[in-house]
């Protein structure tokens, strides 16, 4: 039967792309493998890997695709090696070994930031090295250091003055430098802030201000998150907050990337037309806007690296048009040859992938869903093209993947350049006339709100993110195979949509056979590299002692517990991996005490704090824990916090529980003098199964039962083989968090069963 071609234009299939140059690809490719090599290299290694390369290109002279390879990338070595070799004759490296005292005038490269420091707040400072005297001789220009400022030299300064551009002539004692990037670390003991800053910088710094005083009459949220999607300000960010969005996908809006400048460039030629300017003139706002965007989010690798991807974007605006890959491989090329450490970046090797997913898989994507309006085509598949390049990284990086980041990204994506605009323009105006800057700012707040309350719920699902269980590079896999399926589902809407439905319910209630288990007493969450128990108090009430890094881990952790109150907060000492997820603690929950050792810990609004020490005894509900250590409760913070961690025996049933925060070997020799009883059938082994343990110690638990928290493929080594190994001899069955995620112990006729969540 023959019809008339009478389809609309959306029925048609897509007429044919142009091919993507791919030449310059390898180039790229290899390049970003040779440099993240190069930089963990002596010089004279690196330099001869440039020399290899340019013989290569000399012995095929006949193969102009492998000579520009190799020509490229051993310009980049050679990059490499003259950086390197830069750090390695510093004077100050030297000075470094010695530990000499040194003092230096620093130009500030990165706006300083703020720890917390033993005795009160600290600062740090990345800048470098103009002048510098010691003992052994003055040098100039010495190279890039790490400045961290603390006691008196930190409160007789405000780390707000510490911007980009400004100087400050320092004392400090030179220790060695981890990252092969800098020639020291300087430990200050005297810092004064020198007059002057150049114009350029000073008028960045008045613009960020601006853009923040255009919002400060906005609630906290939208507040913070404003200069983070203009300049990468993220200051103010709870932590709360960026633990939600890291769940939901929407991590990369707190951070400087391609898309800001995107945004910026595109609202600026837009302008510009509206206004006039002939197209010759766009490539020279292009330029400006480009230059004035690097000083307003300072020239930091990940807004080097943002304004390389956002120029990518503009020349593949037309979403993956076949100069994208080209440009986007030049971009890789230039910022390695500048910043060869960037290899190793982890917000590099996002917006890497990020920009070549869009680049390549965006388009087919979009084509695939033309039974859609082909904006929301569009929408759909820039997001899911980015997330499916990006996940293998996102598996290395996190160990886990964000199931509902595509979605989050779709229906926080609308908001995002208006709100950068509006807090852009917010910010020039408050500059100029603080009420019309307020108005923008509140315009730009609105979209703020809507961006907070995706994270906010989407981050806030349950089953929000999936961990990863086996190796990372097993992600590769998925790439393809996902690629494959999306491309057989996008075509057909039936079954896109009762995908996307399914996964929702998934995501929203995820199955959970079997937990918790009716009669469990003690659940070790998997909160990563930290600690972080649930007790069973009775009636819905819990006892939380310790609570991660994060905030997140433990909140999942107690939803999934069904708990509903926090009858006591114990912190057994004050390092972050056990005490700064707090916060996760009190969403939604009551908490009607906190309970601390002699270190402290976090100070938690509105609830009463207690410190603790050996004989005193916490009760909550139907559970009572005996402190066996530390004996003193006034003793000085001077001391290892770790020894300082609470030691707490918990008696279920007749079953013992001994939970040992993070003591040393002094420390569990101590306890074992003393007279304590530290026998037990579940031990909590201390310091997350480091190699430091005293034998005798954890053969006196006589446990049967070993309980390991740690983070997956954590760079500590944690557990060690050698405490395994202790365990064995014990005759204890161990369990880990890292392997085997949440862990319930249940008691059953007066035997102890450990039970996991997967």
């Given amino acids: 039967m023959i019809s008339s071609r009478s389809e609309t234009s959306s029925d048609r299939e897509p007429a044919l792309r142009p091919r993507h140059d791919l030449r310059l ?8 493998g040779v440099a993240a090599w190069c930089v963990g290299q002596s010089s004279r290694v690196t330099l001869v890997a440039a020399a290899v390369c340019l013989l290569l290109a000399v012995v095929v002279s006949r193969r102009p695709v492998v000579v520009v390879t190799a020509c490229l990338v051993g310009a980049v070595a050679a990059s ?6 830069a750090v390695e004759g510093s004077p ?3 000075w470094a070994r010695q530990g000499v005292v040194v003092d230096a005038v620093v130009e500030i490269a990165i706006d300083a930031r703020t720890y917390r420091a033993p005795g009160g707040e600290g600062i740090v400072i990345t800048g470098a090295v103009r002048a510098a005297t010691s003992r052994l001789g003055g040098v100039a220009d010495a190279g890039r250091v790490t400045l961290f400022v603390s006691g008196p030299a930190a409160t007789d300064v ?6 980009v551009g400004r100087s400050v002539r320092v004392s400090a004692r030179a220790a060695p430098a981890e990252d092969t990037h800098e020639v020291a670390v300087l430990r200050v003991v005297d810092l004064e802030l020198l007059p002057g800053v150049p114009w350029w910088w000073a008028m960045s710094e008045r613009v960020r201000a601006g853009v923040r005083g255009a919002v400060a009459h906005e609630p906290l949220a939208p507040r913070a998150l404003v200069p983070a999607l203009v300049d990468g300000d993220v ?24 898309t800001n400048l995107t945004i910026v460039l595109a609202s600026v030629l837009a302008v510009a037309r509206v206004a006039g300017v002939r197209r010759r003139g766009w490539s020279l706002l292009a330029v400006l806007a480009v230059v004035g965007f690097v000083l307003v989010a300072r020239p930091e690798p990940s807004v080097l690296r943002a304004a390389a991807m956002g120029l990518v974007g503009v020349v593949a605006i037309g979403v993956g048009s076949a100069g994208g890959v080209r440009a986007l491989s030049v971009a890789v090329l230039a910022l390695l040859a500048i910043d060869p450490w960037l290899g190793r970046s982890p917000g590099f090797v996002l917006s890497v992938c990020a920009t070549a997913g869009i680049v390549l898989l965006a388009p087919p994507f979009a084509d695939r869903l033309r039974w859609c309006p082909r904006w929301i085509a569009v929408a759909v598949a820039v997001p899911l093209a980015a997330q499916v390049a990006c996940t293998p990284a996102l598996v290395a990086l996190s160990g886990e993947v964000s199931v509902v980041a595509v979605l989050a990204n779709l229906v926080a994506g609308p908001a995002v350049a208006p709100t950068t605009v509006a807090g852009l323009l917010g910010g020039l105006l408050w500059l100029a006339l603080e009420p019309v800057g307020a108005w923008s700012g509140t315009v730009a707040a609105l979209g703020a709100r809507w961006i907070v309350a995706v994270g906010r719920v989407a981050g806030g699902l349950e089953g929000a993110a999936v961990g990863w269980a086996g190796p990372w590079w097993l992600s590769l896999l998925a790439v393809p195979l996902s690629v494959a399926a999306l491309w057989w589902m996008l075509r057909r809407p039936v079954v896109a949509i009762g995908v ?3 996964l929702a319910v998934v995501v929203w209630r995820p199955p959970s056979p079997g937990w918790p288990p009716d009669d469990w007493v003690l659940v070790a969450c998997d909160v990563g590299q930290g600690d972080g128990l649930v007790v069973d108090a009775g009636d819905g009430r819990v006892v939380v002692i310790d609570t991660g890094m994060e905030p997140g881990p433990i909140d999942r952790c107690l939803d999934g517990l069904g708990a509903q109150r926090v009858a006591a907060l114990v912190m057994t000492h004050a390092d972050a991996d056990h005490v700064a997820g707090w916060a996760g603690v009190l969403r939604g929950r009551q908490v009607d005490a906190v309970v601390t050792g002699p270190s402290g810990g976090p100070d938690v609004p509105g609830i009463p704090v207690a410190t603790a020490a050996a004989g005193d005894v916490i009760e909550a509900g139907q559970v009572r824990l005996e402190v066996l250590w530390p004996q003193d409760r006034d003793a000085a913070l001077g001391e290892d916090r770790n020894d300082l961690s609470l030691v707490l025996r918990l008696e279920v049933d007749g079953v013992r529980f001994l939970l040992t925060g993070d003591i040393e070997p002094q420390a569990q ?21 480091s190699a430091h343990q005293d034998r005798d110690f ?20 944690h557990p060690a083989p050698s405490t395994l190994d202790l365990l064995a001899t014990l005759g204890a069955a161990w369990w880990r968090t890292d392997l085997q995620g949440d862990l319930g112990v249940v008691v059953r006729d007066g035997r102890v069963h450990v039970l996991t969540r997967d």
């Fill in 25 to 32: 690809a390898p180039a790229a490719v290899i390049a970003w």
């Fill in 80 to 85: 490499t090696a003259w950086q390197l070799a």
């Fill in 92 to 94: 100050v490296r030297e």
């Fill in 158 to 163: 405000e780390a707000s003055r510490l911007t």
């Fill in 235 to 258: 200051g103010a960010i709870p932590d709360d907050l960026d633990e939600d969005f890291r769940r939901s996908g929407l991590t990369h809006l707190l951070a400087v990337s391609g």
């Fill in 500 to 502: 996307v439905l399914a």
């Fill in 669 to 689: 020799r101590a306890l074992l003098r003393s007279g304590a009883d530290v026998s037990a059938d579940v031990l909590k082994v201390p310091h997350h199964g």
């Fill in 698 to 717: 954890v053969l006196a638990t006589g446990a049967e039962v070993a309980l390991l928290s740690a983070g997956r493929d954590n760079t500590y080594g």
